[in-house]
């Protein structure tokens, strides 16, 4: 598994598989992503939808009740973060 030390502890990028379900925090330079998302266990973490530079990510909350969905059950992958600035150019 990627990952990148922080001062806060460990931070994981874009490709790697996300260790734990819950909310993280996101942290991308270059574009403007959602600030947080909800992902699933064993998932891989997404990457930004205009560039090839690596997402960064860190666990905010847990959410173990998420690994025990049960299969029926409708779930999202979430595989590339927008870029938020897209939107906003044209909302005037």
């Known amino acids: 598994m990627e ?3 922080r ?8 490709g790697s598989t996300v260790p734990e379900s819950g909310i993280y925090s996101v942290s991308h330079p270059k ?6 998302v909800t992902l699933v266990r ?7 939808s205009r560039c090839d530079q ?6 905010v909350r847990s959410a173990p ?10 779930t999202v992958a979430l ?3 927008p870029d ?8 005037s």
């Open 7 to 14: 001062a806060s502890g460990t931070t994981l990028t874009t």
């Open 84 to 91: 938020l600035s897209i939107n906003e150019e044209g909302a």
């Open 65 to 74: 009740a998420l690994v025990n969905v049960h299969p029926s059950t409708f």
């Open 3 to 5: 990952s990148t030390k």
């Open 31 to 36: 574009h403007n992503v959602p600030a947080e």
């Open 79 to 81: 595989y590339e973060l």
């Open 54 to 59: 690596p997402v960064f990510f860190e666990l």
């Open 42 to 48: 064993n998932q891989t973490f997404p990457r930004c």
